[in-house]
């Protein structure tokens, strides 16, 4: 039996619409329409939950649903978008290391161009994250760490451009007082 059959025949044994499902499980009520008629399927976690609040089991929720089977299976597989970040950006280290490392390059040309590459992803990534949803998702230890790791961050990076960039002002303006004498 597939998962919007199953769904509807729980919600009607108890006595409840559509509204009042959807109002427990926190979703609207057009998700409960779509999934029970086949439009989508619920998320493994939503199926979780109508597990616990109609007290069936799991099995007796989703046996015999095939396509929703193989959503869970294909959820299994795929990283989070947090894990590919991690996943993918760690390797990439690797690589950039290894790359580094084997053609001899220093760590001062590193140093000259990295920030450039540090400042494009960060602007990139701050102006691609969907706020609200983040601001929704942080917890106070969250934003402890937060502060923590942006404090952590900052501090030796300001102390290592800070007087680079005022070494270059000063130089620029000496520069520019000798070359008009």
């Known amino acids: 039996m597939r998962i919007g059959d199953q769904l509807q025949k729980q919600r009607k044994l108890?006595?409840?619409?559509?509204?009042?499902?959807?109002d427990k499980l926190n979703i609207s009520r057009q998700s409960i329409s779509k999934w029970e008629n086949g439009a989508t399927l619920p998320?493994?976690?939503?199926?979780?939950?109508?597990?616990?609040?109609?007290g069936v089991s799991l099995d007796e929720l989703i046996r015999g649903d095939e396509e929703l089977m193989n959503k869970f299976e294909d959820d299994k597989i795929r990283l989070s978008k947090t894990e590919t970040i991690f996943t993918v950006g760690l390797s990439l280290v690797f690589v950039g290391l290894i790359i580094i490392y084997s053609n001899g390059i220093s760590v001062s040309s590193v140093d000259y161009w990295l920030p450039a590459v540090q400042l494009v992803g960060f602007f990139g990534f701050v102006f691609n994250i969907k706020w609200n949803a983040f601001n929704k998702s942080l917890n106070k230890k969250a934003v402890f760490f937060g502060i923590l790791f942006l404090v952590a961050f900052m501090i030796p990076y300001i102390m290592h451009e800070v007087p680079d960039i005022l070494k270059g002002m000063s130089e620029g303006q000496s520069y520019y007082d000798n070359s008009y004498k």
Do not use: T
């Open 43 to 54: 998320s493994f976690s939503n199926v979780l939950a109508i597990s616990d609040l109609f």
């Open 14 to 22: 108890h006595d409840m619409s559509q509204n009042e499902l959807a």
